[in-house]
C-alpha cells in the first residue's frame, strides 16, 4: 500500500504543482469578488444619491431661469423703472443682476452634479468590469480545486496508515486558509481605499490649481478691470469646486472600503 501511495505522488507531482501554482495565483480571488460586489453597491447607492440632487439642482435651475428671463424680458417693468427716474433704473438693473447670478449659481450647481453622476456612472461601469473578470477567475479557481481535491481522493482515499499525519495537516492547511483569507480581504479593502484615495488626491490638486489660477485673475483683475478677467475667476473657481466635489465622492467611497480611512469634512470652495 505504501509503495502504491508513494508511486502515485511522485506519478502525479508535476501535474499537482500546476494545479497548486493555478491557485496560488487565484487565491485572492473570492476575496476579491466579495469586496468587489459590495464596492459596486455602495457605488449603486452613491449615484441614487447624486441622481436625487441633480432632479432636485434640476428644478431650482428651472424656477431660476424663469423667474431670470421674466425680468430679463418684461418690457413693463423696465419702462416703470426708467419713469421713477435714476433711482428706479438703478434697483432694476440690480435685481436683474440678481436674478441672472441667481440664475447662473443654480445652473453651476446643476452641471457639477451631473458631473459627479457621469463620475460614479463610469466607476460602477469599471468596476463591473472587474467583477466580471473576476468572476471568470473564480470560475477557473473552483475548477482546480475541484482538479486537487479529486486527485487526492484518487490518492488518499481509505486508510493510509503509511501517512499518519495526514488528517493532522489537513487541519492545519483548512486553519491556514481561514487566516489567509481573513488577510486577503483586509488587502482587498486597503487596496481599494489607497486606489480612490490616489483619484481624490488628483482631484484635490486640480482644485488647487484651479484655485491659484483664480487667484492670479483676481490680481491681473486689479490692474486691468476688465470683465474678462472677472470671468475666468468665475469659470476657475467653478472647476476647483466641481473637483472639490468629485474628491468628497472618491473620499466616501474609500472610508466605505475601509474604516481606517477618516474624513475629511466638507470641501468648501467659495465663489468670488
Known sequence: MATSVLNQIVETASYHLALLRTVEEL????????HQTGYIRELQTELGKVKGRVKELEEKTKKERKEHE???DSTTRRLAAKLKGKGGVEKF????????????????????????????????????????????KSQRLELTKKEISDLYRQIFDGPTQELPQDDVLEQELASAQRTHNQIQSFLNAHS???????QADQMLTMALKE??????????????????????????LAYAAANASKAEILI????????????????RVNDM
Open 192 to 198: 481599494q481605499s489607497m486606489n480612490l484615495l490616489g
Open 211 to 236: 484655485m491659484d489660477d483664480a487667484l492670479s485673475y483676481v490680481k491681473w483683475n486689479a490692474y486691468t478691470s476688465g470683465n474678462m478677467t472677472g470671468m475666468m475667476e468665475r469659470n476657475a
Open 70 to 72: 421674466i425680468l430679463r
Open 252 to 267: 466616501r467611497q474609500a472610508q466605505c472600503a475601509s474604516g481606517d480611512v477618516q474624513s475629511n469634512g466638507q470641501l
Open 93 to 136: 438693473e440690480a435685481r436683474k443682476e440678481k436674478e441672472e447670478r441667481e440664475y447662473v449659481e443654480a445652473l453651476e450647481l446643476e452641471m457639477r452634479e451631473r458631473e459627479n453622476q457621469k463620475m460614479v456612472e463610469n466607476m460602477i461601469e469599471e468596476a463591473t468590469k472587474v467583477k466580471a473578470d473576476l468572476q471568470e
Open 27 to 34: 487565491e485572492h480571488v473570492p476575496s476579491a469578488h466579495t
